[in-house]
């Protein structure tokens, strides 16, 4: 039988809620003051077979205002056989909480590619405090090289890194940004691989480039891509829209700058014919430069110069990749998705993709000249 909370009478609910204040936990939670935020995580490996890792912390510095703020960033370093023991030994180094839960780059160093990133990535995942849309990236020579760059134009309490992968300050076709939670897919996926910028700092610190981007094959040592292929790999992902194409013919130099981009690609496998992967780009674009007088009558030809050579660059790409039994692009994971006729479908992929041929087709239209008449 129930009875009304009105018949409990307020004697008895008094009761209840104090008993309810008396029997609650203390709370986690700690005062801005008495934390201490980390930007970003930097990884290398050591000589030192007992401490393998070096870890780095890079800590916004806090301060009352920006005009009061001399010194914007502190860092942290460990050595360790493990990254926990490092990060609760570095615990010990500051007077605040480290809080992670602004740590948005992590960055690994050029000599850790050629040892197992599943443990990295493991780390990264069980820590409820790391967001799984943190970027990945690689520092040359060293994680800890790019994180000690101070940039000019970076403000105090924020990171340069930010702005150039979120895609809202910085617009590149060279820049390749890379989330926690899709490089961990990648790693474990059959049928692609994952791509991670590759970062590097001036000689004064005050500079951090990015326009170049490494392909982590499975098992493989790393495979380096130039500006330029990064720029294509970039454009066959569609995470691009603008990109610029420069054609050289005869003597005359024009470069396309690109507005809108598409690619598509499809898998033909047939018994009696050898295996095509068709890919089909399109994009739109002005005539940027150029070094002599463009006829705008003939917008027609110099669309076609540019295909051809878009077409040239992507197949030698494409070519490159199979070359090395790699797959950025995910072809394997489409053939598994539209063949299931088998459990063997990757291995039956992986003898396809040995022999597979490419047929590209990129339509680039030339809209206008630009504005000068």
């Not at 690109?258 to 399109?282: E, G, Q, R, S, Y």
């Amino acid at each position: 039988m129930r009875i009304p909370i009105q018949r409990l009478g307020r004697p008895f609910l008094s009761t209840v809620l104090a008993l309810s204040l008396i029997l609650q936990s203390g709370c986690g939670f700690k005062d801005i003051d008495k934390r201490i935020f980390v930007l970003s995580i930097g990884i290398d490996h050591t000589d030192n077979e007992k401490k393998p890792y070096k870890v780095i912390l890079k800590l916004a510095v806090p301060s009352r205002s920006l005009k009061e703020s001399n010194t914007k960033y502190t860092y942290l370093t460990k050595e360790s056989e493990s990254f926990s023991s490092a990060i609760r030994l570095l615990k010990t180094h500051v007077d605040k909480e480290l809080d992670f839960g602004h740590t948005k780059v992590i960055v690994l160093g050029e000599e850790i590619l050629h040892h197992d990133l599943a443990d990295i990535t493991d780390f990264f995942l069980r820590r409820r405090d790391i967001q799984m849309v943190a970027w990945m990236a690689i520092g040359t020579p060293t994680a800890e090289s790019v994180l000690k760059a101070e940039p000019a134009s970076e403000m105090a309490s924020s990171h340069a890194l930010f702005n150039l992968f979120d895609q809202t300050a910085v617009e590149s076709s060279y820049i390749i940004s890379t989330y926690l939670f899709d490089f961990h897919r990648k790693m474990i996926e059959t049928g692609i691989d994952p791509v991670l910028p590759v970062l590097r700092s001036s000689k004064n610190k005050k500079k951090i480039i990015v326009n170049s981007a490494a392909l982590l094959a499975k098992n493989k040592a790393p495979i380096k891509l130039s500006p330029q292929e990064t720029k294509l790999y970039n454009l066959m992902t569609n995470n691009i829209q603008k990109l610029d194409i420069i054609i050289k013919k005869d003597k005359l130099l024009y470069t396309v700058s690109i507005d809108t981009a598409k690619t598509n690609f499809k898998i033909i496998t047939k018994p009696t014919h050898k295996p095509v992967l068709k890919m089909d780009v399109t994009m739109k674009g002005i005539i940027e430069e150029s070094n002599r007088h463009i006829n705008p009558k003939k917008l027609d030809t110099y669309s076609k110069y540019a295909s051809k050579k878009v077409e040239k660059q992507i197949t030698a790409l494409l070519t490159k990749f199979q070359e090395n039994k790699a797959d950025p692009l995910g072809f394997g994971v489409r053939y598994k998705a539209t063949n299931l006729h088998t459990r063997d479908t990757y291995k039956e992929w992986k003898k396809i993709y040995s022999e597979i041929s490419f047929d590209v087709n990129v339509k680039v239209s030339i809209m206008s000249t630009g504005i000068i008449e």
